[in-house]
């Protein structure tokens, strides 16, 4: 089926082109992941969304940056929280900053070995950023589809401040299963991730 396509909508479609080519350019967008995605829309994928071109489960939430990641979690109902997980020791002064926001919290998962820095540069090349422990906490507590989002254990959020404890190792926070519920502890971020860990990631 074919339609009329007035001069404005031609000006958009060529504004998303010329945005797609310099961002493939930049290095900021995995240049296989567009052609992907791209290739879904040239075969009639008409509906193709975000979760076909990341990869990715997409979970809308709402998250108060400017709470206390412990008085979050303390409400929270996991199994376990471990103690260190507090704002002094993950978050930023510029996380707490931005006040209450609604956006989506977006699940990947990458299917291998991958070390932290891999993790993080391959989130960049397709446009997101690392979610933190109080976003994943958020997530927790706020998404609508708890049985899809326990299919998403582990879970890790490798953003924000990495916690150095005496001994100068480096932890970042990750949600795992506990049976029907949830544990919340700190994973060494130079340890590396097997094929099992998905990764919380926000559009930069």
């Known amino acids: 089926m074919t339609q009329r396509v007035t001069d404005e909508q031609l000006g958009k479609v060529t ?18 992941e567009v052609c992907k995605g791209l290739q879904l829309i040239i075969e009639g994928e008409f509906t193709v969304t975000e979760e076909k071109i990341l990869k990715g489960k997409i979970f809308r939430i709402t998250i108060l940056y400017n709470q206390r ?7 929270a109902g996991l199994a376990y929280a471990d103690s260190n997980i507090t704002n002094e020791n993950f978050s930023t002064d510029e996380e707490t ?4 926001v609604e956006t989506d919290a ?27 422990p109080k976003e994943l906490v958020a997530l927790h507590k706020g998404c609508d589809n708890q049985d ?8 890790v ?41 998905r990764f919380l990631a926000f559009r930069k």
């Not at 900053?97 to 209450?100: F, H, L, S």
């Not at 699940?107 to 989130?123: D, K, W």
């Not at 899809?148 to 879970?155: F, N």
């Open 15 to 32: 504004k998303r082109v010329l945005d797609l080519f310099r961002r493939v350019k930049e290095g900021t967008l995995d240049p296989e």
């Open 69 to 75: 990641v412990e008085d979050e979690i303390a409400s």
């Open 97 to 100: 900053a931005k006040g209450t």
């Open 106 to 132: 977006i699940i990947v998962h990458f299917n291998e070995p991958m070390t932290s820095e891999e993790v993080i540069a391959a989130l960049d090349k397709k446009g997101l950023r690392p979610g933190t």
């Open 148 to 155: 899809a989002l326990q299919d998403e254990l582990p879970l």
């Open 157 to 197: 959020a490798l953003g924000g401040k990495v916690w150095q404890d005496s001994r100068g190792l480096r932890f970042v926070a990750y949600l795992s299963r506990f049976g029907s519920k949830r544990n919340l502890n700190p994973h060494w971020f130079d340890d590396g991730w097997n094929s099992d860990y």
